[in-house]
């Protein structure tokens, strides 16, 4: 008889979680407290159910090829970056194409999920649920939570004195979904992360002014590379990966600082990281421009409001402020567990590679997206799930739960001395994190293997963008038409742009795609292989 297993969330990883038990035999149960898919993708017009939805405008910030699901690409003729309702209509295709909504239980809210009696033996849980008034009860043998990192609006109004004076118009963005309202008003938008920013640039458009307050600066980056490629598509490579695993960090900050300081430079633009703070970086095409043209003021952070004015910690005063716009992120929250088991999976930190909590006689208790990642969250999520779920049905094994525990309040103690940073906020290396869990599942490409095997799938692989198809070459979960994806992976990227073909133009083309695509990549390794051997030379 197959395990059952209760998915809460049919969002992004939710769906990805029912494919996950389908594919490992398992019979998954989806309940989803909306009446539609998609989570947080699935536009609406209003804020008035509390459920957190993208703005109007929003574009992906990760392209096509490097956030898609590993088993199926977008279609080639969709565009490289694409609006909320073109990658909602991908998840349909998904859903569609394997056969998903007949597990989802739409209008159902999960009140509740407590251990059976005999967990310790079963590892198996109880899940109440409410639907149309009327509660059910049931036992699933595992439970994934794919409830996201978008539950709950962090508003932090006591740590800015004044606010309650405030006359004017006070939201966080989880409430923003278009610019209309903000017509000829003067706008403080608090926060510079990718809503920020991106709220920030659409509001500049209509309102009298905008400012943008930030405690930290950022790193703005355009969602093209140099030679207009997409620039994911450019970075997120194993073999740059493995030469900033080799070179000093003193040195890769330097040139880090050089290439973003070269677009523009963010000193100049208000936007430098605040010493001390840690280097972030958002997705924005437009904010420099709009810096530049005077329609986005910077600032530095808040001090205090009075009834009409924002007052900054540099001792500037913004007069006649009409809104307010928080856009200070999200706090994690469970509200289906019961103590100490809410407490535990809020703290990232005591999360088994962020997806097992410890102190649970038996790994029947996943939680999957509860991550930040300098790549894609999908595919990210995708591979939690497999790993999962064949924790699951036994097939791969974790560390026991008392040594977990251990090991995170060990972790913990030494946080609070000061002994070792707190890493939980930080966002993963996506190659490593993604290599971490692959191995685990068994589904690592083994480069060395495949240049021996077959040389221009390794070059692709270990040369070209690392897309999701990589983890679909080998082991668990083998999909045959990843070699082919990988290799045309380009002609996909390639495809939306070319609406306007002029003769005569494509061998030069051509050529200048792959003398920029490959000579980068190329004289890395060439430089980390000589760096290897002068080093053992040395030793």
Not at 71 to 80: A, G, L, S, T, W
Request: charged share 20%; proline share 5%.
């Amino acid at each position: 008889m197959a395990k059952r297993v209760a998915v809460i969330g049919a969002g992004v990883s939710g769906l990805s979680s029912i494919k996950c038990c389908l594919d490992e035999d398992l019979e998954p149960t989806c309940f989803e407290r909306s009446n539609d898919f998609g989570g947080l993708w699935k536009f609406s017009e209003d804020s008035k159910d509390g459920m957190t939805k993208v703005y109007r405008s929003l574009v992906t910030n990760v392209c096509k090829e490097m956030s898609c699901y590993s088993d199926f690409p977008f279609p080639e003729d969709y565009p490289n970056f694409m609006s909320h309702g073109k990658f909602w209509d991908y998840l349909q295709k998904f859903a569609e194409h394997f056969d998903l909504l007949k597990y989802i239980r739409f209008k159902t809210t999960v009140c509740n999920v407590t251990k059976c009696p005999n967990f310790a033996e079963t590892g198996q849980w109880i899940v109440v649920t409410e639907s149309e008034g009327k509660l059910d009860r049931a036992v699933f043998d595992a439970v994934m939570i794919c409830t996201g990192n978008f539950l709950n609006p962090h508003l932090p109004l006591e740590s800015f004195p004044g606010i309650h004076q405030f006359k004017g118009n006070i939201l966080h963005s989880q409430e923003y979904r278009t610019p209309e309202a903000f017509q000829g008003k003067r706008v403080l938008v608090i926060g510079l992360g990718n809503t920020g920013g991106d709220v920030a640039v659409e509001l500049s458009r209509i309102a009298a002014q905008v400012f943008l307050s930030t405690r930290t600066g950022a790193w703005v980056i355009s969602r093209s590379s140099g030679g207009g490629h997409p620039r994911n598509m450019m970075s997120t490579r194993r073999c740059s990966n493995l030469v900033a695993q080799v070179l000093p960090s003193r040195f890769l900050t330097w040139i880090l600082e050089r290439q973003m300081n070269k677009r523009f430079n963010h000193e100049n633009y208000g936007l430098n990281i605040t010493k001390g703070k840690k280097p972030k970086f958002i997705v924005n095409d437009e904010l420099p421009t709009c810096i530049l043209c005077g329609t986005v003021t910077m600032k530095s952070s808040v001090k205090e409001f009075t009834e009409t004015s924002a007052i900054f910690e540099d001792g500037t005063v913004e007069a006649n402020i009409d809104a307010v716009i928080f856009t200070t992120g999200y706090t994690l929250s469970f509200p289906f567990f019961e103590e100490p088991l809410k407490s535990l999976c809020a703290k990232k930190m005591f999360l088994y590679k962020r997806v097992f909590p410890p102190g649970l006689e038996r790994p029947t208790l996943a939680i999957i997206g509860l991550i930040s990642l300098t790549g894609s969250i999908l595919a990210g999520t995708e591979l939690q799930a497999r790993w999962a779920t064949r924790v699951f049905k036994g097939l791969c094994k974790i560390p026991p739960s008392q040594k977990l525990m251990d090991e995170a309040t060990s972790k913990e103690q030494l946080i609070r001395r000061g002994v070792i940073r707190d890493t939980s906020q930080d966002k993963f290396d996506y190659i490593r994190y993604m290599d971490e869990l692959a191995t685990c599942i068994g589904t690592k490409p083994n480069i060395p293997f495949l240049f021996l095997k077959d040389p221009r799938l390794a070059w692709e692989v270990f040369f070209g963008p690392c897309t999701p198809y990589q983890y679909r070459l080998a082991g668990p979960g083998k999909w045959d038409g990843a070699r082919n994806a990988i290799l045309t992976q380009w002609d996909r990227t390639m495809k939306p742009l070319k609406t306007r073909i002029v003769p005569d133009s494509s061998k030069h083309a051509s050529v200048s795609h792959y003398f920029k695509v490959w000579v980068a990549p190329v004289l890395l390794a060439s430089f980390l292989l000589l760096y290897k051997s002068s080093f053992f030379k040395f030793l």
